[in-house]
């Protein structure tokens, strides 16, 4: 599941990496009939109901966060700290996304976060943030 802004800059590196990954797998011999990809944008709580009948075993959130790195860097972020990561442009903390979903589907949940450089209101990512993208969805390809 992607999150994020396509109109705040680096913030939509989530449904950036998604577009990837989904280019990748059309486009390749991998078995992706159990693969689920989401752009969720800026409300991922929108997309509860779905992710609860797809009932998945796992689910990978990927979003940007400011974690105080180099722009592009990327980290998991451990749930039992996820509050002291500022995530990017939601309604609601990402944390009571987490608890939910793992309560109410008990699926495993991965949070990959990546710094951004700018989310200011631009429509492009940053070139360090972009650079970075396409190794994410590489690796997320990869371990799927």
């Known amino acids: 599941m992607g999150i994020g802004n396509t109109l705040r800059g680096d913030d939509a590196t989530g449904p950036k990496i998604i577009d990837i990954i ?6 390749s011999d991998v078995d992706s009939d159990n693969i689920y990809l989401l752009n969720a944008a800026t409300a991922p709580e929108n997309h509860t109901i779905e992710i609860r009948e797809i009932n998945p ?16 860097s990327f980290i998991i972020v451990d749930k039992k700290q996820i509050d ?26 991965l949070t ?4 951004p450089k700018d989310m200011t209101l631009v429509d492009t990512i940053s070139d360090e943030v972009n650079s970075s993208i396409e190794e994410l969805a590489e690796t997320i390809i990869k371990n799927i």
Do not use: R
């Not at 990561?85 to 699926?107: A, K, Q, R, W």
């Not at 990959?112 to 710094?115: A, D, E, N, S």
């Open 57 to 72: 075993s796992h689910l990978i959130i990927i979003d940007a966060v400011e974690f105080s790195d180099k722009p592009g």
């Open 84 to 109: 002291t990561f500022n995530f990017s442009t939601h309604t609601m903390p990402i944390s009571f996304l987490i608890n939910y979903l793992e309560d109410s589907v008990g699926c495993k949940i």
């Open 112 to 115: 990959l976060g990546i710094q």
């Open 22 to 27: 989904y280019e990748k797998l059309v486009n």
